[in-house]
């Protein structure tokens, strides 16, 4: 017998977290470059990033020589130093004031992300932002945001049809067709529109004001 689903007022919103809202990317790569040699890596520079942002995360770490096995190690190492480093963490300018325009509106958001619930909950708590979100599905492994967006739907019993997956990678858009969800790709962060735009997101956006555009229309169809 199927899960019966309960029809939410609005959509519910599903943020990633690192380069959505959080700008992690430069001490991410900091970090990267600290931790590489010991994985005999090669450290990559900023501007070199910024042409890495058109791959999309496979070829990306086909392009770096990391194999899926050696990225969720690296990926948790990062993780692991990164926790120290928030207080260096900036929001991505604008998505403070996106997210406090959709929560007034009374869509219910949520967020899923790879990193761990305590760097997420006192990044938000210092953006007086942590009362716009109604849950946190933290540590979620590097491939496994399908599975862990099912897990968020059963729990708050909403259909997929019902639900946007928001993110930063081709992995994220990924994710969210794979889990059936609608996925807004954002063009901020690790990936650019060029590599977005191959997964075929529901909607692209380049700026975060044009958040609440994408939810009002999602919304009325």
Known sequence: MARKTTPPAKPLLIFDFDGTLAN????????????????????????????????????LLDHLGISRIMAVKVGAHIKKLLHDRMEQVEIINGTDVAIRK????????????SNSAGNIRTFMKR???????????????????????????RKEKIGAEHAMYIGDETRDMEAARDSHVAGIAV???????????????????????????????FAAK
């Open 24 to 59: 992690t990317l430069e001490t991410g790569i900091a970090i990267y470059n600290e931790i590489a040699p010991g994985y005999k890596l090669i450290p990559i520079t900023i501007s070199e990033a910024q042409e890495l942002r058109k791959l999309n995360t496979r070829a």
């Open 102 to 113: 959709l929560y007034d509106a009374g869509y219910r958001l949520g967020i899923l992300s």
């Open 127 to 153: 953006y007086e932002l942590l009362d716009c979100f109604s849950f946190f599905e933290a540590g979620v492994s590097l491939f496994g945001k399908p599975q862990r967006i099912k897990k968020v739907l």
């Open 187 to 217: 063009c901020w962060g690790a990936n650019g529109r060029e590599a977005m735009l191959t997964e075929d997101p529901a909607y692209c956006i380049d700026q975060p004001k044009e958040l609440l555009t994408c939810a009002d229309e």
